[in-house]
């Protein structure tokens, strides 16, 4: 090859370099520069598209520190939450997050486990202080991981079931924490929602049935959900002692009969009062089948 062709040639190989490309450069194939590697739970398509300490699991970026009682408690308390045993579910989240507070290398608590814990505080919320903190840990939970995560969307359906609890939304639009979150008031069911339960203790063993049907009857309910409504609260419980006797007749072709007495109340309280004015008369007027001596509760809620 002539000495003037073999020159060209090597311009043509050399102009079609890219003189601007670095080792660091995604175009030279050594993967995305640091910032723009993944972040936890960011997807990925293997561990060097993740940022430092994570690792490509399942297309997701996750860390590789772990703490392994942390995730015992953590695995207990889901195993507790599916079961629908809320309390539980609390008490060995609780236990999981201090076991990976306690353990610096870890590097924090792991934002799933902070998110699953504010979703057993939710499913608990009919303690009103699991409510309020519910609605703190799963803002928390919203602020830690990616827009768009299964997480996130997650933490926004359980915050979703905290409005009948006076959640404000408008704190969830902040970039941190807020002291209180349960500043509306609370949504009360309407008065067709309402049921009315009865209990004793001890249980009547012939009277119980006729006790429960007369007190639950439709022309009883209406007064005790005016009390429920006086009383402005979530659950309305009143207690009664009740005692039912045989009293044998004077005379011998008589039967004796069962006589009904109702103790006095133990309490000036408003609801209680409001309640025992609609049931005495109706407890006063059954025809008990047994003798007994018993507590009878009755809750509207």
Not at 2 to 21: E, N, Q
Not at 76 to 104: C, F, H, M, W
Not at 122 to 137: D, H, S
Request: proline letters at 5%.
């Amino acid at each position: 090859m002539a000495p003037m062709t073999r020159l060209a040639l090597l311009l043509v190989v050399f102009g079609a370099c890219d003189t601007k490309a670095t080792a660091s450069d995604p175009q030279t194939g050594a993967g995305p520069r640091a910032e723009q590697k993944s972040r936890e739970y960011e997807s990925c398509g293997a561990t060097l598209h993740c940022a430092e300490n994570l690792r490509c699991f399942d297309n997701t970026c996750r860390r590789v520190t772990r703490n392994a009682i942390g995730d015992y408690y953590a695995a207990v308390a889901s195993a507790a939450l599916k079961r629908g045993e809320a309390e539980p579910a609390i008490t060995n989240y609780a236990q999981a997050i201090s076991q990976y507070e306690a353990d610096k290398a870890s590097g924090g608590v792991p934002p799933e486990i902070d998110c699953a814990y504010g979703a057993a505080l939710a499913a608990g919320k009919a303690k009103k202080e699991n409510a309020e903190l519910a609605a703190r840990v799963l803002h928390r939970c919203v602020l830690a991981v990616p827009v768009g995560s299964s997480l996130r969307m997650e933490a926004f359906d359980r915050l979703a079931t905290l409005d009948s609890s006076g959640l404000d939304p408008v704190l969830l639009g902040a970039t941190k924490t807020a002291d209180l979150y349960l500043t509306k008031a609370a949504a009360r069911p309407s008065a067709d929602k309402i049921n009315v339960t009865v209990s004793a203790d001890p249980q009547p063993k012939k009277s119980m049935a006729t006790i429960t049907e007369k007190l639950t009857a439709a022309d009883v309910k209406p007064g005790l959900i005016a009390c429920w409504e006086a009383a402005k609260k979530d659950s309305l419980a009143v207690t009664i002692g009740v005692k039912s006797s045989y009293v044998l007749s004077e005379y011998e072709d008589v039967p004796g009969v069962f006589v009904v007495k109702i103790e006095a109340p133990s309490s000036a309280d408003a609801g209680d009062a409001c309640v025992r004015q609609v049931v005495e008369p109706v407890i006063k007027a059954m025809k008990m089948s047994d003798s007994f001596n018993s507590k009878i509760t009755i809750t509207i809620k």
